[in-house]
């Protein structure tokens, strides 16, 4: 009898700007739509961590926000949690739109340190949205790929597996990833708001599940929206509550997909003056924000 193959196990960190479409392929790697997804760039605020099994290969694929030029102490602490997953990388898979031309050395987008001795593949992505006529010549570590028709997928598993280390599986062969479903609600309901929600006002929403009573049925799980000014609460609930109840349903409809249960989801909207600014609240919402910040 041969003996089993050697496993191999190790984190694959996703890097590039806001609207790379790192949270895209994330969801195709994984097979299911774990990351919240958005036109709208910086929808992505803290990592979302995935997990792909096949055969003798385990990959632990970490999505970060984009990154992009900061502004305030969220925006901050994106880009702190963005240059942290690499540095803790095995490998590192660099997404820019091919739309977008050629693009800048990932040296110049983050500390050099972050990821030195680290292999780097380059992909250019949303490929099909370029004519193929148009597609330039590339060769390893650069693939042009496409998460929406599947193109140039497999090479890219192909070439993490070949760098992630011989070791034992971390995680269960059925695990999708090692957040808690709070997270994943609590995402959802970001989502629906960006989608949702006009203008600027979605980047002055976050969510926050306050209670989780998994043991009923169906599933409670109530959640506060914070929005930072009076006149954004009142656009967040709408005219009669129509705009709070759509994001109600369709979040409720991925968390009910993720549970694979009924879910009753009870929103509410409080103001929180300048949250986005806030080490305090900050810190409640999961974000690592340094004891300096405070100063």
């Known amino acids: ?10 984190t694959i960190a996703l890097a590039g700007r806001p609207n790379a479409g790192k949270s895209t392929l994330l969801n195709a790697f994984v097979g299911t739509r774990l990351a919240i997804t958005s036109a709208r760039p910086q929808s992505t605020r803290q990592p979302v961590i995935g997990i792909r099994t096949a055969g003798a290969v385990q990959l632990v694929i970490v999505d970060p926000p984009g990154l992009l030029e900061p502004h305030y102490l969220l925006q901050q602490t994106m880009v702190d949690e963005a240059i942290a997953a690499l540095r803790q990388a095995h490998a590192i898979l660099y997404l820019h739109r091919l739309a977008d031309g050629t693009p800048p050395p990932l040296a110049s987008l983050v500390p050099p340190d972050a990821i030195a001795q680290r292999p780097v593949a380059t992909l250019l992505t949303a490929c099909d949205e370029v004519p193929e006529t148009a597609w330039p010549s590339v060769s390893s570590p650069t693939f042009l790929v496409s998460a929406a028709t599947g193109v140039g997928l497999d090479d ?3 070439w993490c597996a070949r760098h992630v280390p011989a070791a034992p599986f971390r995680y269960d062969t059925e695990d999708m990833s090692t957040q808690p479903v709070r997270f994943f609600v609590e995402e959802y309901v970001r989502e629906a708001a960006f989608d949702l929600l006009r203008q600027e006002l979605p980047y002055a929403v976050t969510a926050r599940v306050d209670e989780f009573r998994e043991r009923e049925e169906p599933v ?11 006149s954004q609460k009142g656009m967040v609930i709408g005219a009669g509550g129509a705009t709070i109840k759509a994001i109600g349903v369709a979040a ?6 993720l549970l694979g249960q009924r879910v009753y989801l009870d929103l509410r909207v409080k103001v929180l ?6 080490p305090k609240f900050l810190r409640e919402l999961g974000f690592h924000i340094a004891t300096s910040r405070d100063l």
């Open 1 to 10: 009898m041969e003996p089993p193959p050697e496993t191999r196990c190790g």
């Open 156 to 158: 890219v598993i192909a």
């Open 220 to 230: 409670y799980v109530g959640v506060t929206l914070y929005v930072e000014r009076e």
């Open 252 to 257: 409720r409809q991925r968390a009910e997909g």
């Open 273 to 278: 003056p300048r949250w986005r600014k806030s």
